[in-house]
């Protein structure tokens, strides 16, 4: 009930916020290197993909906000103690990150802002074999921080850190950790 409650939230201060005349609307895709943060440090080895679309508005020449709907893939490996066969996990994820945009120059931006998951898919393979899993949170939520630059004719390009907060097994201390590297267009 509380995730519904943050969803409903999150779309009425999106329509309320966005529905200004200088909205400017897009798309993208790009790669996300991820792997699960521990204590001791990142396992970063799985290469997944991200899609989505963006709606942005210009607050005035120096701030901006940024909201949007992202279909993400992310893992990494679930290392157990004393054991040479350890299981890759894939998790797929709808991520919805409110960004404030942070204008350096007119085309070269700094973005800073929460990232809410929604689970669609947890999946684990071990030697060859893929099968369903299902001790994952539906839930999973980020701090973003990134860069993104503005080329002529609405093409831009992201590169993002997603530093992950929600704790993704019971006995273990893993978190999400993804850089998204993404090619995206702005419809003028």
Known sequence: MKKI???ITFLFVSYSVFSQNNLTYGIKAGLN????RTDNGTNSDFLG???GGIAKMDLNKTFGL???FNLNSKGGTYLFPLTPNNPEIKLTYINLPILLKVHITRKFNFELGPEFGFLLEQKAKLNG???EI???PSFDMSLNAGLSYEFEKGIFIQGRYGYGLTELFEDRDY???CIS???GYFFK
């Not at 290197?33 to 699960?36: I, P, Q, R, Y």
Request: net charge negative.
């Open 33 to 36: 290197f991820t792997g699960f």
């Open 49 to 51: 993909l991200n899609i």
């Open 134 to 136: 299902d001790d994952v």
């Open 175 to 177: 978190k999400n950790s």
């Open 66 to 68: 940024q909201g949007e």
């Open 129 to 131: 074999e893929t099968f």
């Open 181 to 183: 590297l993404s090619l």
């Open 5 to 7: 409650s943050l969803l």
